[in-house]
T-cell receptor, first 115, second 113 residues
Framework: DAGVIQSPRHEVTEMGQEVTLRCKPISGHDYLFWYRQTMMRGLELLIYFNNNVPIDDSGMPEDRFSAKMPNASFSTLKIQPSEPRDSAVYFC?????????????FGSGTQLSVL | GDSVTQMEGPVTLSEEAFLTINCTYTATGYPSLFWYVQYPGEGLQLLLKATKADDKGSNKGFEATYRKETTSFHLEKGSVQVSDSAVYFCALSADNQGGKLIFGQGTELSVKP
């Protein structure tokens, strides 16, 4: 398996623009997580899905952020409009069953820079 | 709520030195505990885990013991290598959290030859 695939690897955009980050989880995994990593705040859980259904979005910073999972093999994280403080590395991760006992597999991340 | 606290980095060691990275947790339930490692430019990878008190997780020479009495899960390695340079994250996951994995801030380790 190719692992968790994220795109793009790098994204540079201007303030106010819409940004869409994409993730393809490992086939057969039923949990998908979106994390944001910054120097100041470390690794923050934004939202996670189970069987394509959002379970907990309490970590989503504000209404400018939205995430969807239309099917088991694809998820998007959208920021509209983007702001410079959204600059971070965004990771997608997936697992088979809950990560309480199972390994969480991470993608390589999307480095987002909002100018 | 549940949380994880790690020692601040960066930690700089010489090759073959002994490594300890401290991790303590706060949880209302009985969490599983993990150490994940992030190499430069990559996503996190599971290093080791322990699912109940007194369990010892080990992998690649690293080990950590689940200490319920001190709510700790310190990472240790007897002799570090340059290739161990990375950021190390302690994490917990509890059934009563619905499957979320909560991470500490991460500790950067730099090993010099």
């Amino acid at each position: 398996d190719a692992g968790v695939i994220q795109s793009p690897r790098h994204e540079v955009t201007e303030m106010g623009q819409e940004v869409t980050l994409r993730c393809k989880p490992i086939s057969g995994h039923d949990y998908l997580f979106w994390y944001r990593q910054t120097m100041m705040r470390g690794l923050e859980l934004l939202i996670y899905f189970n069987n394509n259904v959002p379970i907990d979005d309490s970590g989503m910073p504000e209404d400018r952020f939205s995430a969807k999972m239309p099917n088991a093999s694809f998820s998007t994280l959208k920021i509209q409009p983007s702001e410079p403080r959204d600059s971070a590395v965004y990771f997608c991760a997936s697992s088979f069953r809950q990560p309480t006992n199972e390994k969480l597999f991470f993608g390589s991340g999307t480095q987002l820079s909002v100018l | 709520g549940d949380s994880v606290t790690q020692m601040e980095g960066p930690v700089t060691l010489s090759e073959e030195a002994f490594l300890t990275i401290n991790c303590t947790y706060t949880a209302t339930g009985y969490p599983s505990l993990f150490w994940y490692v992030q190499y430069p430019g990559e996503g996190l990878q599971l290093l080791l885990k322990a699912t109940k008190a007194d369990d010892k997780g080990s992998n690649k020479g690293f080990e950590a013991t689940y200490r319920k009495e001190t709510t700790s899960f310190h990472l240790e390695k007897g002799s570090v290598q340059v290739s161990d340079s990375a950021v190390y994250f302690c994490a917990l996951s509890a059934d009563n959290q619905g499957g979320k994995l909560i991470f500490g801030q991460g500790t950067e380790l730099s090993v010099k030859p």
